[in-house]
């Protein structure tokens, strides 16, 4: 990613909309989240007072706000890289505004403003995964893993059905909403996948949750990368923190089976699951959500 100039004085800028900002029919009431690509905002329908949150495209290294909210890239080197993701954010809008699922975040509108792309989404009540991991010392239950998860993969299923991946399936982009029915968010790195030649990947990976083959950008992506990332969410519920990455395990492996490590806490189906989702070499591991699914829910097995 190239370096903005004048990065001190970049600091001093406000990257966020104002609160009170009206921007399509929408007011901004508070910046909701703030990553390296984006902001989002919680903000509200001036028609009906609805909620939603509001994802803009900002990648904060490549373009600022100027002074009437226009973003503007740093320099011409970066202008070419923010125009790139600006077509890209433009089109995971597109697709998600698509996929209508109840475990799948609702798109429910996108349009260009100030010179970059917003994507308006149903505001849905929770806490994601990563936030109930770090305040749990005690044990994740298994009535919780089969139901979050169960869930959690009809959406998985949904999405590649239509030859759609996740690619970044993590705590921190799982919503627990109530009765822990969950939500599966950010969908930053979503693309489309064939059985023909592949284009090179994008390097959008997550230490502890992105199987081997997500780091190299000619590797053999399909519904096994995503059920890889599943699984090891599964793990860092076990665990209690994030998984050994991939790259490291295929140097030197020291993540213990979670058939051994917690043979003592719970079923020996659900833990031989998640061993095979998190199997290194991706033929080895479900090739499909069915199968997966087969494995974690006992009353699938014939």
Same mark, same amino acid.
């Given at each position: 990613m190239l370096?903005?100039?004048?990065?001190?004085? +970049? #600091?001093k800028?406000?990257?966020?909309l104002?609160?009170g900002?009206?921007i399509?029919? /929408?007011?901004?009431?508070r910046?909701?989240?703030?990553g390296?690509f984006?902001? =989002?905002?919680?903000?509200?329908?001036?028609?009906? @007072?609805?909620?939603?949150?509001?994802?803009? /495209?900002?990648? +904060?290294?490549?373009?600022?706000?100027?002074? +009437?909210?226009? =973003?503007?890239? +740093?320099n011409?080197?970066?202008?070419?890289?923010?125009?790139?993701?600006? %077509?890209?954010?433009?089109?995971?809008?597109k697709?998600?505004?698509?996929?209508k #699922?109840?475990?799948?975040?609702?798109?429910i509108?996108f349009?260009?403003?100030n010179?970059? =792309? /917003?994507?308006v989404?149903?505001y849905d009540?929770g806490?994601?995964?990563?936030?109930i991991l770090l305040? !749990?010392?005690e044990?994740i239950?298994? =009535?919780?893993?089969?139901t979050?998860?169960r869930?959690?993969?009809? %959406?998985v *299923?949904?999405m590649h059905?239509?030859?759609?991946?996740h690619?970044d399936?993590?705590p921190?982009n799982?919503l627990?909403?109530?009765?822990n029915?969950?939500l599966l968010?950010?969908?930053?790195?979503?693309?489309?996948?064939?059985q @023909?030649?592949q284009?090179?990947?994008?390097k959008?990976v997550?230490? %502890?949750?992105?199987p081997?083959e997500q $780091?190299?950008? !000619?590797?053999?992506?399909?519904?096994?990368?995503?059920?890889?990332?599943?699984?090891?969410?599964?793990?860092?519920?076990?665990?209690g923190?994030?998984?050994?990455s991939?790259?490291?395990?295929l140097? $030197?492996?020291?993540?213990?089976?979670?058939?051994?490590? !917690?043979?003592k806490? /719970?079923?020996?189906?659900?833990?031989?699951?998640? *061993?095979?989702?998190?199997?290194?070499q991706?033929?080895?591991?479900?090739?499909?959500?069915?199968?997966?699914?087969q494995a974690?829910?006992?009353?699938?097995?014939?």
């Amino acid at each position: 990613m190239l370096k903005p100039r004048g990065s001190e004085s +970049n #600091h001093k800028r406000s990257y966020h909309l104002k609160v009170g900002t009206i921007i399509d029919q /929408y007011i901004i009431e508070r910046e909701f989240a703030r990553g390296g690509f984006s902001s =989002v905002y919680l903000a509200r329908q001036q028609k009906d @007072q609805t909620q939603v949150l509001i994802k803009e /495209y900002l990648p +904060n290294k490549l373009a600022h706000r100027a002074w +009437n909210n226009l =973003v503007v890239p +740093n320099n011409p080197a970066s202008r070419i890289l923010f125009l790139q993701g600006r %077509g890209l954010f433009f089109e995971e809008a597109k697709v998600l505004a698509t996929l209508k #699922h109840p475990n799948i975040v609702d798109v429910i509108s996108f349009f260009k403003a100030n010179d970059t =792309v /917003y994507l308006v989404m149903i505001y849905d009540y929770g806490i994601t995964l990563d936030k109930i991991l770090l305040g !749990h010392s005690e044990l994740i239950s298994e =009535v919780f893993l089969c139901t979050v998860f169960r869930r959690l993969l009809a %959406g998985v *299923d949904f999405m590649h059905q239509r030859k759609l991946l996740h690619l970044d399936i993590k705590p921190a982009n799982i919503l627990i909403r109530p009765d822990n029915n969950p939500l599966l968010l950010d969908f930053g790195a979503i693309r489309y996948f064939s059985q @023909q030649k592949q284009k090179p990947l994008s390097k959008v990976v997550t230490n %502890g949750f992105s199987p081997v083959e997500q $780091y190299d950008t !000619h590797g053999q992506i399909g519904p096994w990368t995503d059920i890889y990332s599943v699984g090891a969410s599964m793990r860092a519920c076990m665990d209690g923190k994030a998984p050994q990455s991939s790259l490291d395990r295929l140097k $030197y492996d020291e993540m213990q089976s979670a058939t051994v490590l !917690h043979r003592k806490k /719970y079923p020996e189906y659900l833990l031989k699951a998640v *061993d095979w989702a998190m199997a290194l070499q991706a033929k080895d591991r479900p090739q499909s959500v069915a199968q997966f699914l087969q494995a974690i829910d006992p009353d699938l097995k014939r």
